[in-house]
Each structure stands twice: as C-alpha cells, then as structure tokens.
C-alpha cells in the first residue's frame, strides 16, 4: 500500500467532527504513522485508547483527591465509562485486524458516546468547569477520527 496522500489525509479529516484538530493530529504528530490506511487506523486506535487510559488515570486521581460524595460518584460514573471506552476500542482494533471496518466505526462511536455521557454527568448540575473537560473533547475527537477512517477502509473494499 502507498502512503496516504494529501488528498486522502484532506478527506479523512474533512469528514470528522473537528478538521483542524484531525489536520493538526494527522500532521503534526510524529508518532502518527500515515504509510497506509490500515496503519494509520492501527495507529490512530492506540492514539485514543492510550487517550483513554491517560483520562481514566486522571479521573482516578480526581475521586481520590475529593471529598465531595456527589462529585466522587460522578468521577466514578465517567471511570466506568472511560473503562468501557478502552474496552470498545480494543475491540475496535480486533475488528481492523478481521478487516471488519463497520464494526470499528461502531466501536468509534461507542467510545465517544461513553465520553459524552460522562462529560454530561459531571455537567450537569455543576457550577464549576470540569478538569477533564478539554479530555473528553480531545477523546471524542480522536474517536472520530477513527470513525472517520474506517469510513474510507469500508469505501475501499
């Protein structure tokens, strides 16, 4: 397989939630390796599950550091979902491995959804910014992207 051109980086990213966040991702990420689709999904699948991890591990701290029983319950619903997320997107990347592109996509876009919920639960109701706000929409963006590319892989086949 050739290296992704520019054209194709362009339609992945034109196709996501955020273009330039994907642009800047896609570009400027040394550690993303575009030689290929399959690759760059590979890559982008870790990208997001390592995200996830990072979130999951901050969030850990967080209902550690609080004494607010309320808050505490909300951290521990979005550590159970950033749970889920990692374990969708494990699937996610069983499912690339199979050449099952649909179910990756679907696998994207339920690790997304499990951040949203998370993102609302903490919001909700909440007078204060969430310290894992800017994670969760840097989380749902990396999904997104791979929602993205899998859409390319199930045009190509």
Known sequence: M?????????????????PPFCFRTLKSDPRVD???????ATTM??????????????????????GDRSVREKYQFCAEMYKEAM??????????A???YRKVRVEAVKAKLRAKSCEETVEKNSKTISPIRDNNRDFRNLCNIVWSISNRLIMGN
């Open 45 to 66: 699948i870790s990208k997001a599950h390592n995200y996830a991890r990072k979130t999951h591990n901050e969030i850990g701290s967080i209902i550690e550091m609080t």
């Open 98 to 100: 199979s050449g099952l």
């Open 34 to 40: 575009i030689s290929n689709i399959q690759t760059l």
């Open 87 to 96: 374990d969708e997107l494990g699937g996610a990347k069983q499912n690339l």
């Open 2 to 18: 050739a290296k992704l051109s520019e054209e194709e980086i362009k339609l992945i990213c034109l196709q996501s939630k955020d």
